[in-house]
C-alpha cells in the first residue's frame, strides 16, 4: 500500500511522522519474511489519534508492529501501511520498585537495565526477542514467569474509543500468552512493579534461564519463538516431536531440529512456504492426537 496523495504526506510531516516508501517487512520480522509496504514511524504518542482518524478519512488501512518477533507477515505488495513507534531515549525510568518502560523498548535491553539497578523478576523473558509493548500485548512469559504479573499501568491507545487512555494493571486479565487488549489496540507505555533483588543474584538467574535457552532452542536461526500454543496439559513441541516431524520443510521453512515448536526460515522461505507447513503439522497433530494446535505467532495475511 502507497500513500502518495501530498496532502496526506504533508500532513504526515506536520505530525512528524517518518515516512517510509516500500518498507520490507521481511527486515522487520525475526522471521525474515514478509512483503512490501509504506512504514510510518511515530515519534509523539500524541498525535496518535489525529494521524489514525486522517488514515481512516483517506481509507488507508493500517497495522501496528513492535518488534516484529512473533509475527507472520504474507508475500507481495501488502494491502495496509504498517505504523512502528520510535524509541524514545530513555525508554526506561526506574524510580524505587517501579519501572517506566516505553512500548518500543527492547525486552532483553531493559530487563538487563533493571538489574543494574537491582531489579528482578524478569529474568526467565531474558533472550526473548521483542520490544516490550509486543511483550506485554501477548502476556509474554517463559520459565515459570509472565510479564503481565508485574503490570501496574499501562498507557495505550484505545481502538474502540479512539482516545489514548490509561489503564491499571487489575483492569487488565493476563492469561496464557493471552491479554484483555483488544487486536487494535496499541501498547505506547507500561509501569511495571518489580522486586528488589540484588544484580548478582539477578545476572545469575538470566545465565541459567539463557542456558536452558541455548541448549533448547535454535537462537542463531530465524524463527518466531514457538509457532502454536501449547495445549492445556500438553507440549505442542513434544507431539511434533514424537510425530518425528522435526526437520519436515515446505520450500525454506523447516520444523527446527533443536526444538519442534520452532519453524525456522531456513534461506529465503515465503510466507506461503510457512503457512503451507504450519498447516501440515496441524493436521498431523490433529489425526494422531486429536487435539488442534492454536497458533501463538500472530500471522498478517493479506
Ligand atoms: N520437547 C520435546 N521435543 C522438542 C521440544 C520439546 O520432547 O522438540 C519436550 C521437552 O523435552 C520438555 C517439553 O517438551 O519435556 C516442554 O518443552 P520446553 O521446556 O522446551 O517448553 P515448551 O513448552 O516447548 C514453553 C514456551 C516457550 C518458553 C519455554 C520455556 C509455549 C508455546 N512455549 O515451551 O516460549 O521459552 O516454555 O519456559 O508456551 C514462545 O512463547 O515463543 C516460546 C518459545
Avoid at 508475500?75 to 516505553?102: I, K, S, T
Amino acid at each position: 500500500m502507497r500513500i502518495t496523495d501530498p496532502k496526506i504526506v504533508a500532513k504526515l510531516a506536520e505530525f512528524n511522522v517518518e515516512l517510509q516508501h516500500a518498507a520490507a517487512l521481511a527486515d522487520l520480522t525475526s522471521l525474515g519474511i514478509g512483503g512490501t509496504t509504506d512504514l510510518l514511524r511515530v515519534r509523539q504518542h500524541e498525535i496518535l489519534p489525529a494521524l489514525l482518524n486522517l488514515l481512516d478519512a483517506n481509507d488507508v488501512p493500517y497495522r501496528f508492529i513492535g518488534g516484529g518477533s512473533n509475527l507472520l507477515v504474507g508475500d507481495g505488495e501488502l494491502p495496509w501501511v504498517v505504523l512502528q513507534l520510535v524509541r524514545p531515549e530513555p525508554d526506561v525510568v526506574v524510580d524505587g520498585n517501579y519501572a517506566r518502560v516505553d512500548a518500543a523498548a527492547d525486552l532483553g535491553r531493559m530487563i538487563t537495565f533493571c538489574a543494574k539497578n537491582d531489579l528482578g523478576g524478569m529474568e526467565g523473558l531474558i533472550g526473548v526477542p521483542g520490544t516490550v509493548g509486543g511483550a506485554l500485548r501477548m502476556n509474554a512469559g517463559a520459565y515459570g514467569m509472565q510479564i503481565g504479573s508485574y503490570v501496574r499501568e499501562v498507557k495505550l491507545y484505545r481502538a474502540a474509543s479512539r482516545k489514548l487512555e490509561t489503564l491499571q494493571g487489575d483492569q487488565i486479565s493476563f492469561e496464557y500468552r493471552h491479554t484483555s487488549f483488544a487486536p487494535d489496540d496499541m501498547m505506547l507505555s507500561v509501569i511495571l512493579e518489580l522486586p528488589s533483588k540484588p544484580f548478582k543474584l539477578i545476572l545469575e538467574g538470566i545465565r541459567i534461564c539463557n542456558e536452558k535457552r541455548r541448549s533448547s532452542q535454535p537462537l542463531g536461526q530465524k524463527s518466531a519463538g514457538c509457532i502454536f500454543k501449547n495445549p492445556p496439559g500438553a507440549s505442542a513441541g513434544r507431539m511434533i516431536d514424537e510425530l518425528g516431524l522435526k526437520g519436515l520443510s515446505v520450500g525454506d521453512a523447516r520444523v527446527s531440529d533443536r526444538h519442534a515448536n520452532f519453524f525456522v526460515n531456513a534461506g529465503h522461505a515465503s510466507a506461503k512456504d510457512m503457512l503451507r507447513l504450519i498447516g501440515d503439522v496441524r493436521e498431523r497433530v490433529r489425526k494422531n492426537y486429536g487435539i488442534e494446535l492454536e497458533n501463538e505467532v500472530v500471522v498478517w495475511n493479506a
